[in-house]
């Protein structure tokens, strides 16, 4: 009576056994603990669907990597052909089949932050750890991204005059922190916009370098692309010219067969009053930024590789569908399988427990949160920008709990 459904080991709840809370400026009155049931936590708007669950999914990312090839050249399997002009050796365009697990944390409680000019708001959150696998070469996976991190909920304010907004925190291991914050709307659906992976004169975006880079083509194994060979991945729809072209391919090609009933969008940037991906500009907002290590930065002869700016869409979906379960008794459960209505075997789970009896082939509605996002980070060296695009679809990575009529 039990389907099999993936479940994922994950880590501990982040903040297990923790609440946030304010400390009584008077100790003769009530405790703590007493002080932080009394008072109403702050609400977490649009991350509430997500505290407390792990996700898992599967996504794809592009990103053109420095290379010094006199000092540290990258071994490909073809030699790149140099006489075209189109194969300049520093960089190297890396694309990677993904797959992902997202965990969210219990939320924080409430945080809060001391105000001189309006005086004190009160924040409430989440932490979350991101952990993804380029799973490229079937039966080969290879950890590239491992980010601890804080979604935070931040109520509108006076001072600055602003709505109220989410921020991203995230620390990457390769030397890079990121302070992203912006708005978030309620749509019915989500519409996911094409973004363009082309290279362009730092400080020009309207510049791009179209037709510059062979590795772009789909095509041509001979260039200085990782993997070389894309023929495998086109035989299988996973890496086309299409999703190349414009990687957000991937996420619309995913909902396409799904009902989705509501979506939480939410916008976040490095840089709020001067945003990437065409998110809404917070003009007022002064924070946020990247802040990278040495290396990365570089002297006088340039940056290593500077991750000048970052920008994300999430969107956050109630996915809609039909499952069948068989005969219960009231009391008794079982765990069944979704449907994979994009045929990539991303499929949710529910544990369906009786709470009358139900008769066999039961046909139930159900709803499950669905993640999906976009996003983009801009790379500076040699004197272009790099766009890094990163996107995913994720799940609930464990069943989840239906309860019948």
């Not at 991204?145 to 109220?164: A, I, K, R, Y």
């Amino acid at each position: 009576m039990t389907n099999p459904v993936p479940t994922t080991t994950r880590t501990a709840d982040l903040t297990r056994d923790f609440t946030w809370g304010q400390v009584p400026a008077q100790p003769e009155k009530p405790t703590v603990e007493a002080f932080a049931v009394a008072q109403p936590l702050p609400p977490l708007g649009p991350l509430a669907p997500i505290a407390g669950t792990t996700f898992r999914g599967k996504g794809f990312n592009t990103i053109f990597r420095p290379q010094n090839f006199a000092k540290s050249p990258t071994p490909l399997p073809v030699a790149p052909d140099r006489t075209s002009g189109k194969n300049p050796d520093d960089n190297i365009l890396e694309l990677n089949l993904t797959e992902e697990i997202l965990e969210f944390s219990s939320p924080l409680g409430s945080v809060p932050n001391r105000g001189m000019v309006q005086g004190d708001i009160a924040l409430n959150g989440v932490p979350y750890v991101q952990r993804i696998n380029d799973v490229t070469v079937p039966g080969r996976t290879v950890g590239i991204h491992f980010e601890p991190g804080v979604l935070l909920n931040v109520p509108q304010t006076d001072d600055p005059t602003e709505p109220s907004t989410v921020v991203r925190m995230a620390s990457i291991p390769h030397g890079t922190t990121i302070e992203a914050q912006g708005t978030s709307i309620n749509a019915p659906q989500p519409k996911i916009d094409p973004v363009d992976i082309t290279p362009f004169p730092v400080g020009n975006p309207t510049g791009r370098l179209v037709g510059v880079f062979s590795s772009q083509d789909a095509d041509n194994n001979a260039t200085f692309r990782i993997p070389q060979d894309l023929a495998p991945f086109k035989a299988n729809g996973t890496i086309t010219k299409e999703i190349l072209a414009d990687p957000t391919t991937v996420l619309r090609d995913r909902i396409a067969p799904q009902t989705i009933t509501s979506t939480f969008v939410i916008f976040l940037d490095s840089d709020a009053a001067n945003p990437l991906l065409g998110t809404p500009a917070v003009a007022g907002l002064v924070g946020g930024g990247t802040d990278n290590i040495a290396f990365l930065e570089g002297t006088g002869n340039g940056p290593n590789a500077d991750a000048a700016e970052m920008s994300s869409i999430f969107w956050i979906e109630t996915v809609a569908e039909q499952i069948k379960v068989p005969a219960l008794l009231p009391g008794e459960s079982v765990t069944v399988a979704g449907a994979d209505s994009a045929g990539d075997g991303l499929v949710p789970g529910f544990t369906v427990t009786a709470t009358a009896a139900v008769a066999e082939g039961t046909v139930l509605d159900v709803t499950y949160t669905q993640v999906q996002y976009t996003q983009l980070v801009h790379l500076n060296f040699n004197g272009l920008t790099w766009p890094h695009v990163s996107v995913a679809t994720l799940i609930p990575a464990d069943p989840v709990a239906i309860s019948t009529p």
